[in-house]
């Protein structure tokens, strides 16, 4: 059997069953227009769905979310605010994947949203006392036709593990166009579809997310010990030289 042979058997034979992804898609364009990010989440994608995975993808923008930093901003001011229905589906995913376009060399103003969001829910606690994004992996899609990969890559994924998302290796992805205008992911003859190197890191990315999400839910998330805030405002001090707070 060939090496590449080998590692599909590996990666079909690791269980599937109850992983979940979410795609949050921070573009500015509603429906049904096209989204260039949209283009790049099929890809990654249907490499889950081809794993057994079930994938939901959500445009922000399509939601009246609204701005701040409460679970539900109907408490304090707010007519509407979608975001509470958004977050339990946050919570039902094993993975999120915050996939969005550049603009001034900067993530959108929507996936700024969603990132203050998130932000706004982090103090809640899971069953075992720790936060709410305990045991769960995150990653990001950006695309664009100027430069800002990278540094758009570095705010998503800072944002998630600070939150309390698991990142695995090489968590991001990602196209540009040349520099300047010019044409997006899905325009005719822009080549991104077709990039090896796009091609090859939101591959590689999508696999490392599945693996870490089994991995975790193999292994019924991050261990407890050392991390658990109900612990902590309780007066236990983890490794402490004090008995009293052991």
């Known amino acids: 059997m060939s090496a590449g042979a080998e590692h599909r058997g590996d990666a079909v034979g690791l269980p599937a069953d109850g992983v979940r992804a979410l795609y949050i898609n921070a573009t500015l364009k509603r429906s049904p227009e096209v989204s260039n990010t949209e283009g790049l989440i099929r890809l990654?994608?249907?490499i889950l769905r081809h794993h057994g995975v079930e994938v939901d993808i959500v445009r922000a923008v399509d939601l009246d979310i609204a701005t701040g930093v409460w679970p539900d901003m109907t408490e304090h001011g707010w007519a509407v605010d979608e975001w509470p229905a958004l977050f339990r589906r946050v919570?039902?995913?094993d993975i999120l994947v915050l996939c969005g376009p550049i603009w001034l060399g900067d993530n959108s103003s929507v996936m700024k949203r969603v990132i203050e969001r998130l932000y706004g829910c982090s103090n809640l606690l899971n069953?075992?006392?720790?936060?709410?994004y305990y045991g769960r992996v995150g990653g990001c899609?950006?695309?664009g036709n100027e430069d800002g990969i990278k540094h758009c890559a570095m705010n998503v994924l800072y944002s998630l593990q600070h939150l309390g998302y698991t990142i695995p290796p090489q968590a991001d992805a990602g196209w540009i166009g040349e520099a300047g205008p010019g044409p997006s992911y899905l325009d005719p003859h822009s080549g991104g579809p077709e990039n090896e190197f796009t091609n090859r890191n939101t591959t590689f990315m999508t696999y490392n997310l599945l693996?870490?999400?089994?991995?975790l839910r193999t292994h019924d998330g991050i261990p407890a010990y050392g991390n658990q805030r109900s612990e902590w405002d309780?007066?236990?001090r983890p490794g402490a030289d004090n008995p009293e707070h052991r």
């Open 127 to 132: 069953e075992r006392g720790q936060y709410a």
């Open 44 to 46: 990654s994608s249907q």
């Open 211 to 215: 693996h870490l999400a089994r991995m």
């Open 141 to 143: 899609l950006i695309t």
């Open 234 to 236: 309780a007066g236990c």
């Open 91 to 93: 919570l039902d995913a």
